[in-house]
């Protein structure tokens, strides 16, 4: 239905405020959702994503800053004036009416002569045309989500925002309606903007990510991005696991790897892992204690007899393992204290115990530098 | 549900439904409320059927004799005050319904922490006698208080003369006061239905028909109306209903040419005493509500009420 129309415009958002008496629900977001991408505002409860899309739907006005879609100002507009639709997080289905009434209730409003057409092509496109006469009380939760999905995106709108709209969903409807999803995203070309607090659906499902935290936006990019380069400490945690080791300073020899020195002991990071714009002196350069090495727990391999050797190396005791299927999460307690967390997948590899003698080992490419903590 | 029941139950045990106690629970537990009913109504009800079928006077007593042309007579005499009773209690119906919309959409939703207070002041007129309340307007309106004199100022009285609803450039004794002391006497039968069901409604559904395109006015026509229906229906017929039966109205604040068929049924029973015409008025009445309360429920439920 949507292969003839053309890309629609990039929606800006430009210091956008929103104050509620004295609480900032949203501090000042500059933001800029290219059109026709899967957009995907991540954040924990409160961190002001779902006043955002709110406020990009126009039931809720900005305190200040401007939404523009496209070369138009929209800020100003009524939700009903504008080209975005929405699918709530309690979908807000109309139960007075039919499904079919209600994915035509968009088109009717805007006295869309054709309205039954499109609204049942939309419903074929949600797999649902023969539930078109049913009440939504008639139907399953995942058929109601769909429901919503086909009401909102039957308008043809150039954004779509979806708050939270796989929440009240098992963990396995939820994993096939974001497959779903995205293969309508392809399908219709719409920009969508989905806000969750689920890192791991919002990585599976956006091209972009934006990690919204206490009103800012904490950092924007790929998943893959933001994953293996996270820029803060926050980033780092909420988007997976890391293990995060306190740095006392840096040697650089030059070339392409610096040392790390935590503990004592000097760690190989690649240069390219450090953040922009970081100067790394050739002396041992002491930097305060606001800068960590953090490692993922998959990439952490425990080493053996036999493997050939790793450029960084770290002996601690298993105090914990536990096996789910698919890995094994070990927590290794290093000489001072701090317990790391390692993942090995359930490959043949030879498995630790708790009580082993174990020595860390992780490629220089696969650690990340934070310059700033929390 | 009933493959669940059979799961559960098990392969060994035989099916069994779940064990009646001898079906008589029910029974008692309705028997106290169905014997007031016959005593109270199904027996009244029965005598007053043939009362209206007896001929005689008070004096030489009453004698069934199948006079069913006293329905006839009952209905030539007094359609006039039929009409009135219907079409009172349907301003006085609409009326209500106009004043008790706002308000129960405002207690529901707009009021906060003020919400209990709002509602018993709703119900507060009740704590006060039915007729004392009615009284009351005769005061309020009356020829030299502040009402009066404000709808003197404003020119109103002379649209309220245009518009048929007084004779003069009074208030009191008018079809208007009738129809204002029904609106004032019945607007808690249709506050609190239209309260009830609002309050359920889930705002959310505002946001969803803003963002389909419609303004508020569409959404209050084609979202909130449809889903309060249930209140209006309950709300309509708790006021319709005694509002057409009403004699007390018009007997305080109206003049002869405002009289209900409350106020003929009454005269006379108590004081014309001719009961046969009475009890016929009586049964009209009941039969008049009946169909037309069929009639509309039968018109509000075709829309498949949620």
């Given at each position: 239905m949507a292969t003839t129309r053309a890309t629609p415009g990039d929606l800006k958002l430009v210091q956008l405020t929103r104050n509620f008496e004295d609480f900032v629900?949203?501090?000042g977001i500059d933001l800029v959702v290219p059109g026709g991408s899967f957009f995907a505002l991540l954040g924990p409860s409160g961190c002001g994503k779902t006043t955002t899309l709110r406020m990009v739907a126009g039931l809720e006005e900005p305190t200040s800053g401007q939404i523009l879609l496209g070369a138009d100002d929209i800020t100003g507009t009524r939700a009903y004036q504008r080209k975005v639709n929405t699918v709530f997080q309690s979908y807000a289905l109309f139960p007075h009416l039919s499904v079919l009434d209600n994915v035509g209730f968009g088109l009717r409003q805007r006295k869309m002569g054709d309205w039954r057409r499109r609204a049942m092509e939309a419903l074929e496109l949600v797999k649902l045309a023969d539930r078109a006469k049913q009440r939504p009380r008639q139907l399953s939760g995942g058929m109601q989500q769909r429901v919503a999905l086909a009401r909102a995106i039957v308008n043809e709108p150039d954004v779509l925002l979806l708050d939270e709209p796989l929440g009240a969903l098992d963990l396995k409807l939820r994993r096939e309606m974001q497959i779903e999803l995205k293969r309508i995203q392809q399908e219709v070309g719409i920009t969508f903007i989905h806000v969750t607090h689920d890192q791991e659906e919002a990585m599976t499902m956006a091209d972009t990510v934006a990690v919204m935290r206490a009103g800012r936006l904490e950092q924007v990019g790929a998943p893959a991005d933001l994953y293996d380069h996270p820029a803060t400490t926050f980033v780092a945690n909420f988007l997976g696991q890391s293990n995060l080791l306190p740095l006392e300073g840096f040697s650089d020899p030059g070339g392409e790897f610096v040392t790390a020195h935590a503990h004592g002991i000097g760690l190989v990071v690649e240069?390219?892992?450090?953040?922009?714009?970081m100067v790394v002196t050739t002396q041992v350069a002491a930097v305060d204690s606001a800068v960590h090495l953090g490692i993922r727990p998959e990439k952490l391999r425990i080493l053996g007899p036999n493997d050939p050797p790793s450029a960084n190396r770290l002996g601690g005791l298993v105090t914990d393992a536990s096996f789910n299927g698919v890995a094994t999460t070990y927590l290794v307690s290093m000489p001072w204290g701090q317990e790391l967390t390692v993942t090995r997948p359930n490959d043949g590899s030879p498995r630790a115990h708790r009580g082993d003698e174990v020595t860390l080992g992780w490629d220089p490419n696969q650690a990340f530098v934070l310059a700033e903590a929390d | 549900m009933a493959a669940l029941t059979q799961a559960a139950v098990?392969?060994?045990?035989?099916?069994?439904?779940?064990?009646?106690?001898?079906?008589l629970v029910p029974l008692v537990l309705l028997a106290p409320a169905l014997l007031w009913l016959v005593v109270f109504f199904v027996v009244p009800t029965i005598s007053l059927a043939s009362q209206s079928l007896q001929t005689g006077d008070i004096d030489n007593g009453f004698t069934l004799t199948w006079n069913f042309a006293v329905y006839a007579e009952a209905m030539a005499r007094y359609w006039p005050q039929f009409l009135r009773s219907m079409v009172y209690a349907a301003s006085a119906t609409l009326g209500t319904l106009v004043l008790g919309y706002p308000l129960a959409w405002f207690i529901a939703h707009r009021s906060g922490r003020w919400k209990n207070v709002l509602l018993v002041l709703v119900v507060a007129p009740f704590f006060t006698n039915f007729l004392i309340r009615t009284l009351a307007w005769q005061i309020i309106l009356t020829d030299n208080g502040p009402v009066t004199g404000f709808f003197r100022a404003t020119g109103l009285t002379a649209v309220l003369q245009a518009m048929g609803?007084?004779?003069?450039?009074?208030?009191?004794?008018s079809q208007f006061a009738v129809i204002c002391g029904l609106v004032y006497n019945f607007l808690p039968f249709m506050v609190l239905p239209l309260y009830t069901i609002l309050e359920r409604l889930d705002v959310r559904l505002l946001d969803a028909a803003g963002d389909l395109y419609a303004n508020g006015w569409q959404t209050f026509w084609r979202v909130i109306w449809p889903l309060s229906l249930p209140g209006v229906v309950s709300g309509t017929l708790l006021t319709f209903i005694p509002a057409a039966g009403d004699y007390i109205n018009s007997r305080l604040?109206?003049?002869?040419?405002?009289?209900?068929i409350g106020q003929v049924i009454d005269a006379q029973f108590l004081?014309?005493?001719?009961y046969p015409i009475a009890a016929a008025l009586s049964f009209i009445l009941m039969a008049a509500i009946i169909v037309l309360v069929a009639g509309y429920v039968r018109a509000a439920g075709t829309e498949e009420l949620v």
């Open positions: 629900a949203v501090a240069r390219a892992q450090l953040p922009a714009g | 098990g392969a060994e045990a035989p099916v069994s439904r779940p064990r009646r106690r001898g079906g609803l007084t004779d003069n450039d009074s208030l009191l004794g604040l109206g003049n002869t040419q405002t009289v209900m004081r014309v005493l001719d």
